[in-house]
């Protein structure tokens, strides 16, 4: 991965906090492609978590943060579902 990628995916993990699910949609109004993302999964630095939403890889939120959802889309159902399993 070249260095531009690599700290565009720094940046947004540095602005994103521990917990943080991230919408595919969403991440593509911030300027990462569905490609872009298909790479940074692959490059291990983001997961999926249900259907359309991502994570930080093995980030798992300490039980007194409130986990984030970062989206100005309706969610999946898989989505809610992983989302909601999450929180309990």
């Known amino acids: 991965m070249n260095t ?3 700290s565009k ?3 947004l993990l540095s ?3 521990p917990g943080t699910i991230m919408q595919s949609f969403w991440l593509k109004e911030q300027g990462y492609s569905f490609e872009l993302q298909k790479r940074h999964k692959k490059s291990r ?3 999926s978590f249900g259907t359309g939403a991502l994570k930080r890889v093995n980030d798992s939120h300490p039980t007194n943060h ?3 959802l970062r989206t100005d889309h309706p969610i999946s159902a898989a989505t809610y579902q992983a989302f909601h399993y999450e929180l309990y």
Do not use: A, I, T
Request: hydrophobic share 35%.
């Open 4 to 6: 531009e990628k690599q």
């Open 9 to 11: 995916v720094n940046q």
């Open 15 to 17: 602005f994103q906090p």
């Open 45 to 47: 630095w983001l997961e």
């Open 66 to 68: 409130p986990v984030s």
